[in-house]
């Protein structure tokens, strides 16, 4: 049983190719149990229109077929509804939701449950079953290329022959570039939490798209085989170091980044005004939840025509400046959607500090050239 169980953690830590025996079960994107967002209404109607603030992926643990061929005890694990009462479910700020991965920009959670069951072959009779609960997650940061991924793993319950000796193995198969930890064993006990944290690198500096997928390999002394359980990935983490010059960090991409700003408490009120009116009354009400995000661009040419489209003729008055909407720094702005354009004379403190604050959103969001993002504005 331990030659099984060893040669196959092995090749699953020597190389991710052995996972393709296990594929993950595809999920389909929904919005649901969103992150707390400025402004729900407007986050669940960008989410009917396939922009989400956040992502509920209904996927499965994804488990290879139990064979009943030769003779003697084998364990055989299959995919089960989380109990409610498992490890659950605060281990990232964002709340797990059972039976699903769930994510926000910064942070993803999946919680899942499996049947262990005990053969007898080839008979086929029962000798014994366990439930599990597994939950795990992963908080990205906005200044770093490495990160924790907390997990968790009960054993809910059980009959009396798996009571005692089963041991979970779990390893994290990187893909993309990241960088896995060592393998972490625990013996589970009925009602008892096991916890462990993973540390998960990407060295370097290229822009590079990762993901995480647990494997938990489920041993028993009375089997003469491994269960293995692959669990879905909980997102592509994209890890970056040109959102700002000089910084490094990862979110999970496929998640729309959000811009808040306040029209008081910011010292940008006139330019907040701008952007709610121009969102609000232009054809395509660039960046406004519900309708099309904006998209950044860092070319140069591209901000240079936007400006010389929006302000290039226009006057304003000393300790004025032109302000467009949308941005110079995008791919909609005057020089490409002259309908959309919007200019308003604002103090130039207000210009200045508005464009601050972007340019640090920037670097929070990890917002890289073409990245998709929302401009909320709040009272």
Not at 21 to 37: E, I
Request: proline share 7%; aromatic share 6%; charged share 15%.
């Amino acid at each position: 049983m331990n030659f099984f169980r060893n040669r196959f953690l092995a090749a699953v830590v020597g190389a991710s190719a052995a996972l393709a025996l296990l594929p993950l079960t595809p999920g389909v994107a929904s919005a649901s149990d969103a992150a707390p967002s400025p402004t729900a209404a407007a986050a669940a109607a960008a989410s009917a229109a396939g922009f989400p603030l956040s992502r509920t992926l209904p996927e499965s643990a994804s488990v290879p077929a139990c064979t009943m061929a030769g003779a003697g005890k084998i364990l055989c694990a299959s995919a089960a509804p989380t109990q409610t009462a498992a490890p659950q479910i605060a281990l990232a700020a964002l709340s797990c939701v059972a039976d699903k991965v769930h994510r926000n920009r910064h942070e993803s959670c999946g919680a899942f449950g499996v049947r262990i069951t005990l053969f007898q072959v080839p008979s086929g009779k029962v000798l014994g079953t366990a439930n599990v609960a597994v939950v795990y997650a992963a908080t990205l940061s906005a200044s770093s290329r490495s990160w924790n991924m907390p997990m968790a793993i009960e054993m809910t319950s059980a009959s009396a022959a798996l009571r005692v000796g089963t041991v979970a193995d779990t390893a994290i198969a990187c893909r993309g570039g990241c960088i896995g930890p060592a393998i972490w064993v625990a013996a589970l006990r009925v009602g008892v939490v096991d916890r462990h944290t993973f540390v998960i690198r990407a060295p370097g500096s290229a822009t590079i798209t990762t993901t995480q997928s647990p494997l938990v390999i489920f041993t028993h002394p009375a089997a003469e085989n491994t269960a293995p359980v692959t669990f879905a990935n909980l997102g592509p983490a994209r890890c970056d170091s040109v959102a700002f010059k000089g910084t490094s960090g990862c979110v999970f991409s496929d998640v729309i980044a959000e811009y808040v700003l306040h029209k008081t408490g910011q010292n940008v009120n006139a330019v907040a005004a701008h952007i709610q009116t121009a969102q609000r009354t232009k054809p395509h009400h660039f960046g406004l939840m519900g309708h099309s995000p904006l998209t950044r661009s860092t070319s140069q040419s591209v901000q240079n025509a936007n400006r010389r489209k929006a302000c290039g003729g226009v006057r304003v008055p000393k300790g004025m400046q032109c302000d467009e909407y949308p941005f110079a720094a995008t791919n909609q702005g005057a020089a490409f959607f002259p309908a959309d354009n919007s200019t308003f004379p604002v103090p130039a403190a207000q210009n200045q500090a508005e464009g601050a604050r972007r340019v640090n959103m920037y670097r929070t969001e990890r917002v890289i050239n073409g990245d998709k993002y929302w401009v909320i504005i709040l009272p």
